[in-house]
């Protein structure tokens, strides 16, 4: 068995994997593989609005939200937000928090101002900056819950002047928020919640009709809504695993069981890191992400030989991003808290033997 502690595309439920190849070759008992089945039929249909139930459930989805299901991964968001939000002359406000915020504004410039109120960029986004001030005149202000990248995560969501738009890719499911605080909130899928392919976006319904420009209709979330998400065919197998994996998560006991467990997991492996002399931790500590575990080791020679050592037990998915280097450790939803252990382990047993 393997120890799978990679960013993303992330681990899913092993029981969802089984369920789903089931669906594959027999879906529901119906004689057809879910591959093969219209997006149109009363099958998928429930499968769709099962989704969003769940959705809606998990994370107390106030009246007034559309859920939706896109393509495009998170990375269309960073487009269809400003196209939607931002009018010709008015501005947004981004927090600097990484490559993907980054990248999140950059889009946002093809459409109006952008003004960054707050970079962690001087120290390659080691740390959220706090000092900021939302500006009041704003379209919106948008942030990155999780910087997969750096492992860092906002801890806490201060309230904004303007609607707050949030990229929830990397830590969406693994912890309570309050969706109220929020006017957008999209994620790809491929870490908390399914397979690549399918993106997650709740919005709220009043942001919207504030621009006017023409959108073209697969961007334009007023189409998204009016389709159900099915303007056109959606990623039939995506959304379908997405609410199994959603599922299990319920049948777990929804997302404040699982941040217990994400809340032991991360201290676990923060607490070996912080107590092991080889070990250290990349992120501020008061920034650290309980989904992506970022660290290196004090001699840069012992790397190599300890990612051998991981691979050799099973771990895999570990290296760090070539932009922070060393090690990442996602831990995400469906990572047992045994994976976390496994890696504690050889971490002691490589310090042992090179005391
Ligand atoms: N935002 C965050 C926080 C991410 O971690 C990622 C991908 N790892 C993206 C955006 C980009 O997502 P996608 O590949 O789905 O476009």
């Known amino acids: 068995m393997k120890h799978n502690f990679g960013a993303g595309p992330g681990i899913l439920p092993h029981e969802v994997i089984k369920q789903a190849s089931q669906g594959v070759i027999d879906f529901n008992g119906i004689g057809l593989s879910i591959l093969e089945i219209s997006h149109r039929s009363a099958e998928f249909e429930s499968v769709l609005s099962e989704a969003i139930k769940l959705v809606k459930e998990l994370l107390q989805v106030p009246e007034g939200y559309s859920v939706l299901f896109l393509q495009g991964g998170a990375s269309q968001q960073f487009a269809m937000v ?68 750096y492992g860092t995560q906002m801890q806490e969501f201060k309230p904004s002047p303007v609607p707050m738009v949030a990229d929830m890719s990397s830590d969406i499911f693994s912890r309570k928020f309050n969706v109220a605080d929020f006017s957008l909130i999209y994620a790809g899928a491929q870490k908390n919640m399914g397979p690549a392919g399918v993106t997650l976006v709740i919005i709220k319904d009043d942001i919207l009709g504030k621009v006017n420009r023409k959108i073209p209709a697969m961007f334009n979330y007023q189409t998204q809504i009016e389709g159900g998400s099915m303007y056109n065919t959606p990623p039939v197998f995506a959304v379908y695993v997405s609410m199994l994996t959603l599922n299990w998560l319920k049948a777990k006991g929804g997302v404040e069981a699982i941040e217990k467990e994400n809340n032991a997991k991360a201290a676990a492996l923060y607490r070996e890191i912080d107590r092991n002399s080889l070990f250290k931790g990349v992120s501020a500590i008061e920034d650290r992400s309980k989904m992506n575990v970022c660290f290196v080791m004090n001699n840069p020679e012992h790397e190599k030989p300890f990612l051998k050592l991981c691979d050799d037990k099973g771990i895999v998915g570990i290296k760090g991003h070539r932009s922070v280097g060393g090690f990442r450790a996602s831990i995400y939803n469906a990572l047992p808290i045994t994976s976390v252990h496994v890696l504690i382990d050889a971490m002691q047993e490589f310090a042992e033997k090179n005391k």
């Open 82 to 149: 400003p196209y939607n939000l931002l009018p010709e002359n008015g501005k947004a406000a981004y927090l600097e928090t990484g490559v993907w915020a980054n990248k999140a504004s950059k889009e946002a410039k093809y459409f109006g101002e952008v003004q960054t109120i707050g970079s962690s960029k001087e120290s390659n986004f080691t740390y959220i900056p706090k000092d900021y001030e939302v500006p009041a005149d704003a379209a919106y202000f948008h942030i990155t819950s999780n910087n997969t990248i």
